[in-house]
């Protein structure tokens, strides 16, 4: 019970952070990518304000053995820098130029963002399915 509403206030809070920023605007997130025409650089306060709490949260995170509610706490990520690293961030960031959104912003705009948003979103779960049959086939590929 107390799980299921901190991650309802949690998951709220995030949906007006990404209204409040901007970042379900497509015009505003391709203006950020735009460094060579009219690029809107406020979106570097959204990575600011995101990135700074998040290097407290695993500060303090490392430190404990579980969560305030109980539960185990995920592993820190690996700081190597990997294939499947280099070929999500490119496949990510190709689809947020093109699209102007990220999952996050997709499913918040879903409620205002019309046929566009829900077309992105369909293609995103695509993706999300069909990732783990292209991951171990990558993987393989590497290692052979």
Known sequence: MMRNLFAALSGGLFGAGLLVSGMVDTTKVQGWLDIFGAWDPTLAFVMGGAILPMMVAWQVARRRKVALLGS???????????????IGSVLFGAGWGLAGLCPGPAMASLSFGGIGGLVFLV??????????????????LATA
Do not use: K, T
Not at 124 to 137: D, F, H, K, N, T
């Open 72 to 86: 185990a706490l995920p592993e820190a990520p690996d700081p190597r820098v990997g294939h499947n690293l280099v």
């Open 123 to 140: 293609a995103m779960m695509a993706g999300m399915w069909a990732a783990p049959a292209l991951r171990q086939r990558i993987d393989r």
